[in-house]
């Protein structure tokens, strides 16, 4: 294992109980660069998450809360007329910050929806022809809740630009009673401490992009892309985004893992977890009641891994 990411994720684990596989999932994300959304009903623990994370990475952190009412100026910012200058002044929206909760995504409208996932994939705002970078490094954790969705707008074909979907799930009976314990008189946000900072991610981001993937491993992908889009279930397959962000999500499962390099078993790791809310099955599959999980994993023990050799 990487000691640096065991540490993060050990003091992660002091706040988040019996979820590390959520945990290494979640800063898998963050280090290849990309965006989480957590599809979860109430109270298990998404908004604790992202808050622990921002504490323990030692980044700035940001929380809107989307409702019907929030505007795109509300995400990405306006500009104010100054009377002294004569110019304009930015006023900076919820995104100009290093992590950003996106908490209950579904609820506002879609083109506000739509503001925040156009600078999810470009990294800057654009306001009045001005256009602002974003702070580095920059994550959104949207959280979407499938409890009373009337009203809503539910997020389709814009999942894609999430590099994976988690749910957080209910606590086992041993997690749950330990929280129970831990929580009658302390809040153990209070007890967690800073163990890297946001130079550390960049870094830590820059030498995932450097892991070495050999062309075997990218057939390998482009192989299980294929076969979703060929797949008898499935109406809409991975998309030429997706066999990207499962490079990418491999090259950081390889960084936990310790190695500069990513083999099979890496890809087969995060495939169901980075590809699920991407593809779109077809009514024979809701007929056979098979999951988009169930039918990955089929996907992937029809298709062929390389021997690397090693």
Do not use: W
Not at 255 to 278: K, M, N, S, W
């Amino acid at each position: 294992m990487n000691s640096r990411t065991d540490a993060i994720i050990n003091e992660i684990e002091k706040v988040i109980i019996g979820k590390r596989n959520v945990v290494e999932r979640v800063l898998m994300a963050i280090l290849s660069e990309g965006h989480i959304l957590l599809d979860d009903v109430p109270g298990t623990g998404k908004t604790t998450l992202a808050l622990t994370c921002s504490v323990v990475m030692g980044v700035q952190y940001q929380r809107m809360q989307f409702t019907p009412d929030v505007v795109p100026s509300d995400i990405v910012g306006f500009s104010v007329y100054n009377k002294a200058t004569g110019g304009f002044d930015y006023k900076p929206g919820v995104v100009m910050t290093n992590l950003l909760l996106a908490d209950e995504i579904n609820r506002t409208s879609s083109k506000t929806q739509s503001a925040l996932l156009e600078v999810m994939e470009e990294g800057q705002v654009t306001v009045d022809g001005v256009t602002h970078q974003l702070p580095k490094p920059f994550v959104v954790i949207a959280t979407q809740n499938p409890v009373g969705s009337a009203g809503t707008q539910l997020l389709q074909a814009q999942l894609d630009r999430f590099v994976i979907r988690l749910q957080m799930g209910y606590p086992d009976f041993k997690s749950q009673v330990e929280i129970l314990r831990d929580r009658q008189k302390v809040n153990p946000l209070d007890h967690i401490s800073k163990v890297i900072s946001g130079e550390d991610i960049i870094a830590m981001q820059q030498e995932v992009r450097d892991i070495h993937v050999e062309d075997s491993i990218l057939e390998y992908v482009t192989a299980l892309a294929t076969a979703t889009r060929e797949h008898e279930l499935i109406r809409l397959g991975v998309s030429p985004r997706g066999a990207l962000a499962i490079v990418r999500m491999a090259k950081a499962h390889a960084y936990l893992e310790g190695r500069t390099y990513v083999i099979p078993e890496d890809v087969q790791q995060i495939f169901t977890d980075v590809c699920a809310h991407r593809i779109i099955l077809n009514p024979k599959a809701r007929v056979s009641e098979l999951s988009a999980d169930d039918i990955l994993r089929q996907v992937m023990k029809q298709t062929k891994s390389p021997d690397m050799g090693r």
